[in-house]
């Protein structure tokens, strides 16, 4: 069973607006974290934002805020004023234990966002 | 620049070929990974090295071979590989239990031929 779901293969926003970006996760663990990471064309991924399930508040890191809703199992990310170096893969992660015991990132198949200028 | 880097990032090679990726972090984590992602598909955890030592492989066919000679260097060895192998690799590292996240090179874009 997909553990992080992106139902949203591709999104288009205009340059200078938020958008947000859909994630839900399935986990039965009472402790538990949740990222987003950036993969532009070049390949890299890079680390945006990171939520833990004990947060009581929504994770926040310049312009990308976490929206965390622990009842509904989900974890969008908004990006506001949105900028043309913004254009890339967004993929939403949960860490979670591998049966050896340690840790792991479960991703989701992410989300094509193109800023329109 | 994340602090783990990656060679080669690009390699073509022949089914019959051996070739070798080398990962290297210099951030004092315990924790190194080999993902491969394929067009489509989400990431898919190969192996996991916790201080040096093999802690989980995800039944990963045997024509692919990871070395950990130390907690800052990873290896993953190519051979034989099919051409439905050729995928982004990426090396992560992270500091495991601290809550931290994983820290991705650049990846090496893998075609086999």
């Known amino acids: 069973a997909q553990k992080i779901t992106q139902t949203q293969p591709g999104m288009f926003v205009q340059e200078k607006e938020a958008v947000t970006l859909d994630c839900t996760y399935d986990t039965s663990d009472q402790s538990y974290g949740l990222f987003w990471y950036k993969q532009p064309s070049s390949g890299e991924m890079i680390f945006l934002i990171y939520?833990?399930?004990?947060?009581?508040q929504n994770a926040t890191e310049g312009r990308y805020s976490l929206n965390f809703q622990k009842a509904r199992k989900s974890a969008n990310l908004v990006i506001s004023a949105s900028q043309l170096g913004d254009s890339a893969m967004y993929f939403c992660?949960?860490?979670?234990?591998?049966?050896?015991?340690?840790?792991?990132?479960?991703f989701g198949k992410g989300t094509k966002l193109t800023v329109n200028p | 620049e994340t602090g783990v880097t990656q060679t080669p990032r690009h390699l073509v090679m022949g089914m019959t070929n051996k070739k070798s990726l080398k990962c290297e972090q210099h951030l004092g984590h315990n924790a190194m990974y080999w993902y491969k992602q394929s067009a489509k598909k989400p990431l898919e955890l190969m192996f996991v090295y916790n201080f040096k030592e093999q802690t989980e492989n995800n039944s990963v066919p045997s024509r692919f071979s990871p070395e950990c000679p130390n907690s800052s260097h990873l290896f993953l060895h190519l051979h034989t590989l099919q051409p439905e192998d050729s995928a982004l690799y990426l090396c992560a590292s992270s500091q495991e239990w601290v809550g931290t996240e994983a820290f991705f090179g650049q990846g090496t874009r893998l075609t086999v031929v």
């Open positions: 992660a949960m860490r979670e234990l591998t049966q050896g015991g340690s840790e792991k990132l479960v």
């Open positions: 939520q833990g399930s004990y947060d009581e």
